[in-house]
């Protein structure tokens, strides 16, 4: 076990619909970061949160978006899905904005159909 | 823009081979380098890193050494283990680590007995 939770470890949605993903960083970690893996784009770093505040940007799409709540939990909201949405979406924690070594959770399976 | 080229594999080696996965990146400034390490159904847990020129990082009889010259970063093991089977990502930051990490696509390793 990382530290990291994710839920809900499957998901299975249609096209079109709205879901929710969540984050529970490790204990002390401040920084949660989303990526998104999938077979033909590999692992692409999404958004990165710090103390509720968004830092960084990567390859998100506008029909996706994200927030850091006070208690440090993270959501990631994809919205109007598409077949191309489906992967698997992670979730990272680090102690402060400055990463690296930071730990994984064990990630979210989205399938759209 | 950043990016990071690995060999895809899958790589097969039997128990107690050498083992070498290629690495070689693009970066602007002076970027960290990392491996990190999937067993199925896991998240990707860190597995060395580097963080200058000519650094070597090693964890579990794996090493690999940072060559500014060459823009490399191979991951090396003397003698594999079954349990060794796993895909293996190369990846760097050059913001150490706050804008996120670019990933090379993996490489997956099968080790047989």
């Known amino acids: 076990d990382s530290g990291v939770t994710q839920t809900p470890k499957h998901l299975i949605t249609a096209t079109g619909q709205r879901v929710t993903l969540r984050c529970s960083p490790r204990?002390?970690?401040?920084?949660v970061y989303w990526y998104q893996q999938s077979l033909d784009q590999g692992l692409q770093f999404l958004i990165q949160y710090y103390n509720g505040e968004e830092r960084a940007k990567g390859n998100i799409l506008e029909r996706f978006s994200a927030q850091q709540f006070p208690d440090l939990h993270s959501e990631l909201n994809l919205s109007s899905l598409e077949l191309g949405d489906s992967a698997l979406y992670f979730c990272a924690s680090s102690r402060n904005y400055r990463g690296p070594g930071y730990t994984f959770g064990s990630g979210t399976r989205l399938t759209v159909v | 823009g950043n990016s990071v080229t690995q060999m895809e594999g899958p790589v097969t080696l039997s128990e107690e081979a050498f083992l070498t996965i290629n690495c070689t990146y693009t970066?602007?400034?002076?970027?960290?380098l990392f491996w990190y390490v999937q067993y199925p159904g896991e998240g990707l847990q860190l597995l060395l890193k580097a963080t200058k020129a000519d650094d070597k990082g090693s964890n579990k009889g794996f090493e690999a050494t940072y060559r500014k010259e060459t823009t490399s970063f191979h991951l090396e093991k003397g003698s594999v283990q079954v349990s060794d089977s796993a895909v293996y990502f190369c990846?760097?930051?050059?913001?150490?680590?706050?804008?996120?990490?670019?990933f090379g696509k993996g490489t997956h390793l099968i080790i047989q007995p």
């Open positions: 970066a602007t400034g002076y970027p960290s």
């Open positions: 990846a760097l930051s050059d913001q150490g680590g706050a804008d996120g990490l670019t």
């Open positions: 204990s002390g970690d401040l920084s």
